[in-house]
């Protein structure tokens, strides 16, 4: 099956119709293949979960091989926005393609990904008009807080993790989006990893997977 973006899929090992799907979204520089390895591992456990690890729309600014949801580079805040919102166009429509080809529901799918990967998903799903399951955020930030806080429409659930010693996107962004959140009428999961730099530690796949196991399955 194809899709608007080129993505890495791993079907459900179940081999039947997917109980449900998550999307994961790489970070700057990265690719579909870098986030599906967290997909293979949730895999084992989410049978019945269909994974779609999409490739960014477009090439990254600063790495040939890699991609970007949005330039970062150079760019000020009103650009940084103005770019992540056509990024959010493109990931809203791959979930309608993920709803659609595979007779899911908005309830059946969880998004979510690595630093730039988690921006996005975060932006993209607070604002859907058809509400998806969940949020799963790794090392990332709100991308405009006064944007998004205009533009509430649905209530996920969400979990957002984060290493403390992360020099790319420092962990004080976790306790925005918490702050956020919070504010919001909100309830969010999230942790902060002890010694942790910019990465997903194994302590954070764990606690994503149980996220995912409590409310897709």
């Known amino acids: 099956m194809s899709y608007s973006l080129n993505t890495t899929i791993l079907d459900p090992l179940s081999k039947g119709k997917p109980k449900n799907a998550v999307i994961l979204c790489h970070g700057y520089g990265g690719d579909g293949k870098d986030i599906s390895l967290l997909a293979s591992y949730w895999r084992t456990y989410l049978p019945e979960t269909l994974f779609i690890c ?4 477009e090439k990254c600014a600063v790495s040939s091989s890699g991609f970007q949801w949005f330039d970062l580079m150079d760019q000020t805040r009103d650009q940084i926005l103005i ?33 730039q990967g988690c921006m996005i998903s975060l932006q993209t799903g607070i604002k859907r008009k058809e509400k998806i399951n969940s949020i799963v955020g790794y090392s990332g930030k709100i991308i405009d807080t006064n944007h998004l806080k205009n533009n509430i429409i649905s209530r996920p659930n969400i979990i957002l993790m984060h290493g403390d010693k992360d020099q790319i996107v420092p962990a004080s962004f976790l306790l925005e989006a918490k702050e956020f959140f919070n504010k919001n009428n909100y309830k969010i999961e999230s942790q902060i990893f002890k010694n942790c730099e910019h990465r997903i530690p194994s302590e954070g796949s764990s606690l994503g997977l149980e996220f995912l196991k409590k409310n897709l399955y």
Not at 86 to 109: F, P, S
């Open 54 to 57: 999409p490739d960014a729309p």
């Open 83 to 115: 770019k992540s919102l056509v990024a959010e166009i493109k990931l809203n429509k791959l979930i309608d393609e993920v709803i659609r080809k595979n007779e899911l529901k908005g309830e059946q799918i969880a998004i979510g990904g690595f630093s």
